[in-house]
């Protein structure tokens, strides 16, 4: 795949291009990279500030720069408050509709009224301003409210995504020792009711610093509510605390917005900490630019709110551009596999974001399904969360955009913030490839002395200047945040992203993949280091490994290896029962595939496993350099 080279080029059309927010790429891409703080100040002022900076960038403690320094900002006066004063007041801002066919719709004006009283239920609570509160939620309206709310009284949420079980929340709520819990009695899936109160209930026996749980009601489980400590959100809003008339705090520029944990080489997920100023800027000039956005579009991000893309893409972003974003709680195949394609065609979604796995698995139906719908509203289409391979590119650019649609391929991360490579409407495109730098980026590939390799050959990805939506820390521990992804050649500092990657000789960037222990499975990020925890926190089980082999529909499938304790038999009922259990501790997207029983590892001196032995072994590849292992 990445071998294809600058052959097959496709070219947007006239439509297209006669639209675009921006025309010219490289004029603009120069100057954003001569003049990187010129740029990103011209972007900052198209936000309302309470105080403009004192500096746009800070370099004084690289690599912990600040961005727009000194100034004073709220997210949620760019997201909401502004648009109140304009004409976006009684324009929707949220259309949302469950699996069932229930539809709610928020207007700005409507969306605010939820906020602010979610923000006064928050504050009657006893939450401040730097206080984190952890949200674990389905899908549903009351998700991105509470992530608003917190953000207006200047309290830092920690969403942790509702597929995540126990463990995966404990662990989390411990992590930022939050004492304030938003979850709901459950969600919906596939017709069934998904039950997150007693999850909820498990991890807050776990992690004992959870004094209050604010609970939505979403469905008709009947669930345990512990009196002192639990309340339902409807009661709460029926108080008079809780007035839809609320102030946004007035936060700096650098005060923390959100922690959200993300995994990582090795240990314990990292919680990666995001700003007001900078995020804001960053997140709504990559979707205004990126995605050409126009003040009637319908925007649809198909992701969860729960990860880095439905934070930075369903909720900031799009809001403080003033968008109507979509939201589906629910299966895109229930109960038929055209429920995209009717969302599509009956809101009229001018623009879908979504990830390759969920092309591959709406693909697999066929096109019969996509061409019931009229889907001529659809003008760009998005990828992102891995790779996608050219057969997904194509079907999604000839079935659903008729090709008409370019595909706005985005790399990026937790870390990032936001977009940083990705086309503009006006690239002409190559299936498989993220194309080139956003603004403001200048991105190399090099080997592993440092230096660049040449057109065409793998390395690693490093992007080598600050930019405004980076993560400015990992909770907690600066040295790990360094370590991690920061060096420094010469006296430049350069993140270095994880991923290997290949620059062909038109300059567009193709994506592989991690070079690390973190797997992308359907696009979700997970870490071989949680997987392999849950399978020791079962009394059968001495030693584990776990690694992502190539899978069809979900990019990678997670594998494991298990020593088990003397005296225990490794039958199929075992392996059953301990992939069930990775399920129940992680959540069910962390379910291996598969679980084999081993009397040893590949393992270093030093006794680190070795994962790419196991890997090559699974694949039938050379196992590589084999000095260091020790079985
Ligand atoms: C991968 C998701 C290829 C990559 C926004 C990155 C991609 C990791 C793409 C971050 C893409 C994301 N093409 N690979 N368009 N987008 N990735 O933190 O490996 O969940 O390092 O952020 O996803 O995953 P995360």
Request: glycine content about 8%.
């Amino acid at each position: 795949m990445s071998d294809s080279n600058q052959s097959e080029f496709i070219y947007p059309s006239q439509a297209v291009i006669d639209q675009a927010n921006v025309s010219d790429y490289e004029a603009l891409y120069n100057y954003s990279v001569t003049d990187r703080e010129g740029f990103w100040a011209e972007q900052a002022d198209t936000l309302s500030w309470y105080k403009k900076w004192d500096s746009v960038l800070d370099e004084s403690n690289a690599p912990f720069y600040k961005w727009f320094d000194g100034g004073s900002i709220n997210i949620v006066d760019n997201a909401i408050d502004r648009h109140l004063k304009n004409a976006n007041r009684n324009k929707m801002a949220i259309i949302w509709e469950g699996e069932n066919g229930q539809v709610r719709n928020f207007s700005y004006n409507g969306l605010n009224r939820e906020v602010c009283q979610f923000a006064n239920v928050l504050k009657s609570m006893g939450v401040v301003k730097g206080d984190i509160v952890t949200i674990y939620m389905p899908q549903i309206p009351e998700l991105v409210f509470a992530m608003l709310a917190c953000a207006k009284i200047g309290a830092i949420h920690s969403v942790v995504y509702g597929g995540f079980s126990t463990e995966a929340l404990a662990s989390r709520i411990d992590d930022a020792h939050s004492r304030v819990l938003i979850t709901a009695d459950g969600g919906w899936r596939r017709g069934k009711q998904i039950d997150l109160k007693s999850i909820a209930n498990d991890a807050m026996s776990r992690s004992p610093s959870v004094e209050v749980c604010i609970c939505v009601k979403n469905n008709e489980l009947d669930v345990e509510m512990e009196p002192s400590r639990d309340f339902w959100l409807h009661d709460l809003k029926a108080l008079p605390i809780a007035s839809p008339k609320c102030e946004t705090e007035q936060t700096s520029s650098e005060d923390p917005l959100f922690i959200l944990y993300t995994s990582g080489t090795t240990g314990s997920p990292k919680g990666m900490v995001h700003t007001h100023g900078g995020y804001a800027v960053y997140t709504s000039t990559t979707h205004r630019m990126a995605f050409d956005i126009k003040p009637e579009d319908r925007w649809w991000c198909a992701a969860d709110p729960g990860w880095i893309t439905g934070h930075s893409y369903i909720v900031y972003g799009p809001l403080i551009n003033g968008a109507t974003i979509m939201l589906y709680e629910g299966a895109p195949n229930y109960p038929y596999p055209n429920r995209w394609w009717q969302i599509v065609e009956k809101y009229g979604i001018n623009i879908l974001y979504t990830s390759p796995t969920a092309i591959r698995g709406l693909m697999r139906f066929g096109e019969r399904w996509p061409q019931k719908h009229d889907l001529t509203s659809l003008r760009l289409l998005g990828s992102v969360g891995e790779p996608i391979n050219p057969e997904a590119w194509k079907w999604y650019h000839k079935v659903i955009g008729q090709e008409r649609c370019p595909i706005i391929d985005t790399w990026w991360q937790t870390e990032t913030g936001g977009f940083m490579i990705c086309p503009l409407p006006i690239t002409p495109l190559k299936p498989g490839s993220a194309t080139k730098p956003f603004f403001g980026n200048e991105i190399t590939i090099v080997d592993d002395d440092g230096e660049e390799v040449g057109a065409g050959e793998e390395g690693k990805l490093i992007i080598n200047n600050p930019w405004p939506g980076m993560a400015r820390t990992v909770f907690k521990d600066d040295q790990r945040y360094q370590d991690l992804y920061w060096s420094k050649v010469g006296d430049k500092w350069r993140y270095l992203a994880g991923d290997s990657a290949k620059k062909d000789s038109d300059g567009y960037i193709w994506v592989i993949g991690r070079m690390d222990e973190v797997l992308k499975v359907s696009g979700y990020r997970l870490g071989t280091a949680e997987i392999e925890s849950a399978l020791i926190s079962h009394p059968a089980v001495n030693e584990a490994a776990a690694i992502g082999l190539p899978h069809e529909l979900k990019g990678n499938a997670i594998h494991t290896y298990v020593i088990l304790k003397q005296g225990m038999v490794g039958d199929q009922k075992l392996a059953a029962e301990l992939r069930a259990h990775v399920g129940h501790e992680m959540g069910k997207i962390a379910t291996p595939e598969s679980v084999e029983f081993v009397e040893s590892l590949p393992k270093t001196r030093s006794g680190k496993i070795m994962r790419r032995v196991l890997k090559a072994r699974a694949l039938g590849q050379d196992e590589g350099d084999l000095s260091t292992l020790e079985e």
